[in-house]
């Protein structure tokens, strides 16, 4: 059974289980009778052990190494990582073995991991979580470098053409696989990024976290150069110093590279009492804050790849009953529909505006809340998701000619229980 049902998951950009989405994949395939093995990075502070089983998903890690910027930097990173994970993958072939090779990007070139094992009639499934050209076009002065974009955009060519079935995380990113990709259509599943809702719920509030102030805004996430942190901070300084307004704080929870710049610019627009960055929390602390907030933000701006990428953060603020405040992105549009207030992309002025509006207005804050934990309970939840990541797999199974374990669905329809125990590592 381990061989026959085995499965090889390789992220580069986040360790596990801190990478929620894979987490939430390798649990639910554990749960439906796979074997589970996962290579990624060590953590800097958690997700440390070179090698542990964590609720019966074998997990190998090797020394992470993380680019702060430039090309040489990242060749670096990729480089290392590609062969810290082909020496963990025989590792894992001989251990106890796998049918499936899940690729998670970035970057695009996890192929060169997996196609060994291709020959051997391993099959290949690319888990699409980010534009790897976009990013690169989207960041700050990085945009002109065409050659850089073509390269990329081979990277990506190559993946898809590697991998017997993609996942994509939503429509928009299904599209690009379509018609970028030209992968076939039945081999494309959209696997959202649904908060699990029995992760994120709501808590008891803890009104410390206000500062003694009436309200607090929150903003939780990773901290890079396309997250637009520097947007929420300059719609600050316009609600505290245009505005005049000095009841709130905010909480800024999350960590990334460019957390130290972000706090040396809350000080240059004389926010520091403002704002309290807490840096990266246990799930206990993330949901206390995310059960006081009043209003939660996600100020990701326009640019090619935020306005077609789901953002985790917008339907974790959805799932506690949280109003959004947001950049009218299409992507955040199809996850909020109307349990969010959208200011014109990438104006810093109209967001804090937005953000002063549901501050006045208590019953548009609560009618916004109810809106978004409703859309997360009927169809957004990674409950619901579930059911294309099995098909997705018994899409795969199928091309490598062997069965997927036996799994059975509750009268809810996407609710799994599994007729086989998963493997012992």
């Known amino acids: 059974m381990t061989e026959d049902h085995g499965v090889l998951i390789l992220v580069e950009n986040l360790s596990v289980p801190f990478d929620q989405r894979v987490w939430r994949e390798a649990t639910a395939l554990r749960d439906a009778g796979y074997c589970v093995s996962v290579i990624c990075p060590a953590g800097r502070e958690l ?5 542990e089983n964590v609720d019966g998903v074998a997990i190998y890690r090797y020394p992470g190494f993380e680019a702060r910027r430039g090309l040489f930097a990242y060749g670096l990173e ?3 990582a590609l062969i810290a994970m082909t020496v963990r993958s025989f590792e894992v072939f001989l251990r106890q073995g796998f049918r499936v090779i899940q690729l998670c990007n970035p970057p695009d070139l996890l192929f060169l991991v997996a196609l060994p094992y291709r020959f051997l009639g391993r ?3 690319f888990d699409h979580h980010d534009l790897a050209p976009e990013t690169y076009c989207s960041r700050p002065g990085q945009g002109a470098s065409r050659w850089v974009r073509r390269i990329l955009l081979l990277m990506e060519r190559v993946t898809f053409r590697c991998a017997d079935v993609v996942m994509a995380t939503n429509q ?32 008891p509030a803890n009104p410390a976290l206000r500062k003694g102030r009436p309200h607090l805004l929150l903003y939780v996430g990773t901290m890079g150069p396309q997250d637009g942190v520097d947007y929420f901070l300059r719609s600050l300084d316009h609600l505290l110093h245009t505005r005049e307004r000095d009841d709130w704080h905010a909480m800024i929870v999350g960590g990334g590279i460019q957390l130290e710049t972000l706090k040396r610019y809350a000080r240059e627009l004389d926010l520091e009492d403002r704002v309290t960055f807490t840096g990266r929390v246990p799930d206990e602390a993330l949901l206390e804050a995310l059960s006081t907030a009043d209003v939660c933000v996600c100020p990701d701006p ?9 953002m985790n953060k917008t339907m974790e603020y959805m799932a506690v009953g949280k109003p959004v405040v947001a950049f009218d992105l299409v992507e955040t549009r199809a996850s909020a529909a109307d349990a969010a207030l959208y200011a014109p992309g990438n104006d810093y002025r109209a967001f804090g505006d937005s953000i002063a509006h549901l501050l006045d207005n208590p019953s548009l804050r609560a009618t916004l809340g109810a809106r978004g934990l409703a859309r997360i309970r009927q169809s957004l939840s990674w409950q619901h998701s579930k059911r294309p990541l099995y098909s997705a797999y018994e899409r795969a199974f199928a091309k490598a000619g062997r069965s997927c374990p036996d799994v059975e669905y509750d009268a809810d329809g996407v609710s799994v229980r599994t007729k086989e125990e998963s493997c012992l590592h």
């Open 47 to 51: 997700d440390r052990s070179m090698r």
């Open 78 to 80: 990729f480089a290392w």
């Open 123 to 125: 099959r290949i499934i």
């Open 172 to 203: 928009s990113y299904r599209r690009i696989a379509l018609e970028r990709g030209r992968v076939p259509e039945d081999d494309i599943f959209v696997v959202r990024n649904g908060p699990d809702l029995a992760r994120i719920r709501k808590v």
């Open 302 to 310: 326009k640019n090619p790849l935020n306005d077609v990428s789901t």
